[in-house]
């Protein structure tokens, strides 16, 4: 990385992370720096991809899809399962992991028997073994 990211940077990022609609004139009130500087500073780190892209939070709850779960699967199916995976508007995270299970899949449903049901459908791809979120405690911490 040929960026050096510096404490000004670090400050805009950490504000772009929790809004990232904020607008740059606000930004550059809060980190007491000039408009344009705050701007080019931004399409810098958006040139170098370090702010790889901008987007919203939903609440899954009132989508009526508040469950959330995490699967761990094996299987020799890869492909499938990405497929699958892509298809299925229940997941929102996929991942290929070591150990045991090979891959770990996010999913947000609205109940339990939903959970199942996406459960049952993965059979065919290999045995699996699912966790059910209890509470959430931190999501999407970006570590600055």
């Known amino acids: 990385m040929d960026h050096q990211i510096d404490d000004i940077d670090k400050k805009i990022m950490q504000l772009l992370q929790h809004h990232a609609r904020m607008p740059i004139s606000q930004i550059s ?13 931004i ?15 939903f609440n899954l709850r009132d989508l009526n ?16 399962l990405v497929d699958f995976c892509e298809g299925a508007r229940e997941v929102t995270d996929l991942f290929r992991i070591s150990g045991e299970f090979n891959y770990l899949i996010k999913v947000q449903t609205a109940s339990v028997e939903e959970l199942a049901e996406f459960q049952d459908s993965l059979v065919r791809i290999g045995p699996s073994k699912s ?9 999407n911490r970006v570590l600055l």
């Open 29 to 41: 009130k809060e980190i007491s720096m000039s408009q344009p500087s705050v701007k080019d500073r």
């Open 43 to 57: 399409l810098k780190l958006e040139d170098k991809k370090i702010i790889s892209e901008y987007s919203t939070v």
């Open 65 to 80: 899809r508040g469950t959330t779960s995490f699967i761990l699967i094996k299987t020799e199916h890869c492909q499938e």
């Open 131 to 139: 966790h059910i979120c209890l509470k959430n405690i931190l999501e």
